[in-house]
Nanobody, 121 residues
């Protein structure tokens, strides 16, 4: 079992930047590829970005390509999401996930709590 905790959310103004962190603990042998998803009020959870274990391969949703950057520090068991001009729809909740690879929520087995890491306009 692996536990994920997101942090770094907050209020962002138009044109602003924010960096989210995802920290892993527990059985980090499961700490492989990591994805970030977000959920706007009343909407489905959607894919944002993913990074493979080495950090050498990344994938982004078209809506954030060029504005967001996903990165990781395996020595610290952390993955980051640098967001420039996030454009939140009210209050977006960001979740990190691991134990899988892909752009769908069912591709991942372990999820962070999310609600502690929101991005608001």
């Amino acid at each position: 079992q692996v536990q994920l905790v997101e942090s770094g959310g907050g209020l962002v103004q138009a044109g602003g930047s924010l960096r989210l962190s995802c920290a892993a603990s527990g059985r980090t042998v499961n700490w492989y590829d990591v994805g970030w998803f977000r959920q706007a009020p009343g909407k489905e959870r959607e894919f944002v970005a993913t990074i493979n274990r080495s950090g050498g391969t990344t994938n982004y949703a078209d809506s954030v390509e060029g504005r967001f950057t996903i990165s990781r520090d395996n020595a610290k068991n952390k993955v980051y999401l640098q967001m420039n001009s996030p454009k939140p729809e009210g209050t977006d909740v960001y979740y990190c996930a691991t134990g899988g690879w892909g752009t769908e929520t069912h591709d991942y087995n372990y999820w962070g709590q999310g609600p502690h890491d929101t991005v608001s306009s």
